[in-house]
């Protein structure tokens, strides 16, 4: 059997949850941490500190995995399947989700060449914010298959909307299928169109039971884009969910599931959108994004997936990811 190798880079908050989750579920058997371990934002002893934690829990993993330190030598994470990029700041989008924009594009310029140049065959799976900035900016700089780049996007979001929906009908969340598309961020939207029950249309329910089915759409949808703050409040990060959706894609990579799952991914060509990174259901496996999924959408629903990557666009042309 082969080994599946992942790498961390950051070790805050949320990238030492990932490495946790990995753990947890099975999914790694070996990770290769890294992290800013010099000037200012040296955080070295962080970066021990959760080695050392995660050692310590190995006894209750399902299977022994090795942990690497690796610092800043970043190019020793080319010898991973995939890596995950959580290197932020997220006191800085306590306010906004753009909060970050310069800080995580600057960041990820330390790492993104010196491990393409070290060899990188693997897939990147990033969850900085903005994530889809982020996500063009590692296509860009690497020059590698844009599939071969996988922001975590509206994952998360539609995880949090199928949540509200279940809240709501009391229908469990794995027999609900529903999108939120285009930014992980204030200009997402929800795919209403698309939204159905056991493989029953809303729209057929609401008629049939409009007691059970009959939401507040504008309500339901802005919690969605918003609950994300709910959990930033008490605790002035978010971690649980945005790690356990990483964790998802990496396993969707390293099993090759091809299982469905919103994604950031490169545009090409859908709905008339091209050369930036934004959500839409995407095929994940070996390969990583082997498909991209247009959907039936509605005309409202186009042009706010239009408005959602023009806000994109305009974050990366800010950053200098593209022109």
């Known amino acids: 059997m082969g080994v599946n190798r992942i790498g961390i880079i950051g070790l805050g908050h949320v990238g030492a949850h990932v490495a946790n989750s990995l753990m947890l579920q099975g999914i790694a058997d070996e990770l290769y941490l890294a992290d800013i371990c010099s000037g200012e934002e040296d955080n070295s002893a962080k970066l021990t500190s959760e080695v050392q934690d995660l050692n310590d829990s190995l006894a209750f993993c399902p299977h022994n995995v090795k942990i690497v330190s690796c610092g800043e030598d970043y190019a020793r994470l080319a010898c991973c399947d995939v890596i995950v990029n959580a290197a932020g700041k997220v006191a800085l989008a306590a306010g906004n989700r753009d909060g970050e924009l310069f800080y995580t594009t600057n960041t990820a310029k330390r790492f993104i060449t010196p491990v393409t140049e070290a060899g990188f065959q693997g897939i990147w799976v990033t969850i900085a914010n903005p994530c889809d900035v982020v996500a063009t900016e590692i296509w860009k700089i690497s020059g590698i298959d844009p599939r071969r780049v996988i922001g975590s996007g509206t994952a998360l979001d539609s995880s949090r909307f199928k949540y509200i929906l279940s809240d709501a009908t009391g229908i469990d969340q794995h027999s609900i299928c529903s999108y939120v598309l285009g930014e992980h961020g204030f200009s997402q939207f929800a795919a209403w169109s698309t939204v159905n029950f056991g493989g029953k249309p809303l729209a057929e329910l609401e008629k049939e039971q409009p007691e059970r089915f009959t939401f507040d759409y504008d309500d339901f ?43 950031s991914t490169l545009m090409t060509g859908q709905y008339g959108e091209e050369g930036i990174f934004a959500s839409l259901p995407c095929i994940v496996g070996a390969n990583g994004v082997e498909e991209v999924i247009e959907l039936d959408l509605t005309p409202e629903e186009v042009e706010k997936f239009h408005a959602s990557c023009a806000h994109i666009r305009e974050n990366a042309i800010r950053a200098g990811v593209i022109e």
């Not at 605790?235 to 649980?240: A, G, M, P």
């Not at 945005?242 to 390293?254: H, I, K, Q």
């Open 221 to 263: 949808e802005d919690k969605a884009r918003h609950n994300g703050y709910v959990t930033y409040a008490g605790k002035q990060c978010t971690e649980y969910a945005v790690a356990n959706a990483a964790a998802r894609l990496v396993r969707a990579v390293v099993s090759n599931e091809h299982v469905i799952i919103p994604c």
